[in-house]
């Protein structure tokens, strides 16, 4: 499973069928990829039914960790930019239930932050996660 409250960086629009062939074996019959994007040492698929991560292991990459995240547990989704929505931004999306804090048994939210190269379009990711988790 993926270090949950991590960060991925440089992530850029991959496309669906480049994410589809990678996902061959994983997607759910009738489930589609609506984005998808490459970064640093991993990336993320967005499906109509669940957000997939996939993070390189080891030394060389080759080994890869899948983790599902249904839009059942993704309490919270948050925007940020930093001069209007053609520069860099960022993406929060805050998963509960899933971690501790120093209270035994007391569930805090983790947070998975994309930021994004220029140009990709986060409004229309956040509308499409929110319009998921609402």
Same mark, same amino acid.
Request: net charge negative.
């Given at each position: !499973? #993926?270090?949950?409250?991590? /960060? @991925? /960086?440089? !992530?850029d629009d991959m496309g669906h069928g480049e994410a589809n062939t990678l996902l061959d074996g994983l $997607? $759910?019959? &009738?489930?589609?990829?609506?984005? %998808?994007f490459t970064g640093t040492r991993g990336w =993320?698929? @967005?499906t109509d039914r669940r957000v997939i991560i996939v993070t390189a292991q080891g030394i060389t990459?080759?080994?890869?960790?899948?983790? /599902? $995240? +249904?839009?059942?547990? #993704?309490? %919270? %989704?948050? =925007?940020? /930019?930093?001069?209007g929505f053609e520069t860099d931004a960022n993406m929060e999306l805050w998963i509960g239930d899933l971690g501790f804090s120093g209270l035994v &048994?007391? %569930?805090?939210?983790c947070k998975i932050r994309l930021e994004f =190269? +220029?140009? =990709?379009d986060v409004r229309d990711l956040e509308r499409f996660v929110v319009d998921r988790i609402l």
């Open positions: !499973m #993926i270090d949950f409250n991590t /960060t @991925f /960086t440089k !992530m $997607l $759910l019959d &009738g489930e589609t990829v609506h984005a %998808a =993320v698929a @967005f990459g080759k080994k890869k960790d899948y983790t /599902t $995240l +249904p839009y059942s547990g #993704i309490r %919270a %989704a948050s =925007v940020d /930019t930093t001069d &048994g007391v %569930a805090t939210p =190269v +220029p140009g =990709v």
